[in-house]
C-alpha cells in the first residue's frame, strides 16, 4: 500500500484595491474571517498612530495634507515589512487597500514574486458604480468628494490579466463567488 499523500495547500497573496469608499476593507475583513487570513491594512496602522502618537493626534491623518505626508512612507514601510513576515511564515495575506496605478501595484506584486515565486497572487478590485460612490464619499464628508474628483478619479488604473496569477472583480454584490475562487486557488 503506497503511503498516503498529503497535499499542501497553496499560498496567498490577496491585493485588494479600489477607490475609498468602495468596499474594500469590507470585503477584505469577511474574506479575513470567512477564509482565517491575515488582514495587513494601513488605515488600520494610521488610526493606531492616530490614537497613541500626539504629533497626530489632533490632525486628519486619512486626507492629504503634511503630517499625512510624513505619516504615509512609515504606513507603506508597515504594510510591506508585515506581509514579508507572514507570507515568509507561510500566511495568506490580504492587503487591504492599496495599488491605484499599475506603476505603485508592481513595486510590491513584483518583489513578491521575486522572494516568494511559489506564492499565488490575486489582486481583487473592488468596483463600484459612481453614483454609488459618490453618495458613499459624500457621506465621509466633502473632502473626500473632492480628493475623489480632483485626485483619485483620474488617476485609478483597473488592475490587468497580466499583473497577478489571477485576478477577480468584486461588484458589490458577487462575494460568495469571490470567496470561493479564492477557496479554489487555496486547494490547488
Known amino acids: 500500500m503506497a503511503p498516503e499523500r498529503i ?20 470585503l477584505a475583513k469577511k474574506l479575513e474571517k470567512d477564509l482565517s487570513f491575515n ?8 488610526e493606531f ?5 500626539a504629533y497626530f493626534r489632533d ?16 504606513v507603506i514601510g508597515y504594510r510591506f515589512n508585515l506581509t514579508q513576515i507572514l507570507l515568509g511564515v507561510e500566511q495568506n495575506v490580504l492587503f487591504d487597500g492599496s495599488g491605484a496605478t499599475k506603476i505603485y501595484r508592481s513595486r510590491y506584486l513584483v518583489k513578491i514574486h521575486e522572494t ?12 463600484i458604480a459612481e453614483p454609488e ?3 458613499r464619499l459624500k457621506a465621509r464628508g466633502e473632502r473626500w468628494l473632492e ?9 485609478f488604473q483597473p488592475p490587468e490579466d497580466d499583473e497577478a496569477e489571477l485576478v477577480l472583480r468584486y461588484d458589490q454584490n458577487n462575494y460568495d463567488e469571490i470567496k470561493n475562487r479564492l477557496d479554489e486557488w487555496l486547494r490547488r
Open 116 to 127: 516568494f515565486p511559489e506564492i499565488v497572487r490575486v489582486i481583487i478590485w473592488a468596483d
Open 49 to 53: 498612530i492616530h490614537q497613541n502618537i
Open 7 to 26: 497535499s499542501k495547500m497553496s499560498q496567498l497573496f490577496v491585493n485588494i484595491i479600489g477607490h475609498n469608499s468602495s468596499g474594500k476593507t469590507t
Open 39 to 46: 488582514r495587513v491594512s494601513g488605515d488600520d496602522f494610521r
Open 59 to 74: 490632525t486628519d491623518t486619512s486626507y492629504p495634507n503634511e503630517r499625512y505626508d510624513q505619516l504615509n512612507p512609515l
Open 147 to 155: 480628493q475623489y474628483k480632483n485626485l483619485k478619479k483620474n488617476s
Open 133 to 135: 460612490l459618490l453618495e
